[in-house]
């Protein structure tokens, strides 16, 4: 079992350092729980920095570097690539992400998201990586991006999926996988319910986005990656096959899109 997307970068002491304590805590929950590995994603400069240190630190953490919409202040495409550069034959870097679009808190600045998305899908063209995609109240400007981009010969994944189940075709049409984090398994959530039960077992996989989103039966405590064996449960329930199914589809899926090299 995988996390595909977590911030282990956010697991911080009051000096703001990596707290290795506490995330040696968390790793010990994952494998109580059968989670063996995780990636660990970037949001800005400075949490993609502290991605790759968790990552190298770490046997069975990865992780994928980025700026978040939310971040486009701190972008700087030099400084990011390279980052990428200095790291890709670690082994560690296996995405560009996360990146993408969002109208949900900010619209005053589309144009510079848009700009600032365009230039980390060419960056991740360029080094061979697949993307994390990032897309909240923006499926329109999404879409026409991926589709100027298209094919994408290393996949991507549109992460936290929360749209459509005519949106989600288009976009595995597009190469990508969708994943599901703990708002599947929100009374209030029938929407994502229904595109869990509809895609196929070989086009999505699970996640947590720990520390937020924390799946039911923990709503309302903080997330972390051992808790993707309850989103992944939820979906097993919903498609109606048994866990271990669902659990070897969403893993073989993560290994072959990230190229994870797992032992």
């Not at 790793?27 to 190298?56: F, P, Y």
């Not at 949106?167 to 597009?174: D, P, Q, R, S, T």
């Not at 449960?233 to 969403?250: F, G, M, P, R, S």
């Amino acid at each position: 079992m995988i996390d595909t997307h977590c911030h282990l970068s956010m697991v911080l002491d009051e000096n703001k350092n990596i707290d290795y304590n506490q995330i040696c805590d968390i790793l010990k929950q994952m494998k109580l729980n059968g989670v063996t590995h995780a990636i660990t994603v970037g949001s800005n400069m400075r949490d993609s920095e502290l991605s790759v240190e968790i990552a190298k630190h770490y046997d069975n953490i990865y992780c994928a570097v980025g700026v978040h919409p939310e971040e486009v202040e701190s972008f700087d495409i030099v400084e990011l690539e390279d980052l990428v550069k200095t790291n890709l034959n670690s082994g560690k870097v296996v995405a560009i992400g996360e990146i993408g679009l969002d109208y949900y808190w900010r619209k005053d600045n589309k144009e510079a998201q848009i700009e600032i998305f365009k230039k980390q899908i060419e960056l991740a063209k360029k080094y061979n990586l697949p993307i994390v995609v990032h897309c909240r109240d923006a499926y329109g400007d999404t879409l026409e991006i991926l589709k100027q981009y298209a094919p994408f010969d290393k996949g991507g994944v549109i992460h936290c999926y929360s749209g459509s189940i005519e949106w989600a075709n288009v976009v595995i049409k597009l190469g990508f996988l969708i994943s599901f984090t703990g708002v599947v398994t929100y009374p209030n959530a029938s929407n994502v319910q229904e595109v869990a039960k509809w895609v196929d077992i070989d086009k999505f996989m699970v996640e947590t986005d720990s520390p937020f989103l924390t799946p039911v039966p923990f709503r309302g405590k903080k997330n972390n990656p051992s808790y993707v064996r309850y989103t992944l449960e939820y979906i097993a329930k919903l498609k109606n096959k048994e866990i271990q199914e669902i659990d070897k589809n969403t893993t073989n899926n993560a290994i072959k899109l990230f190229k994870l090299k797992i032992k």
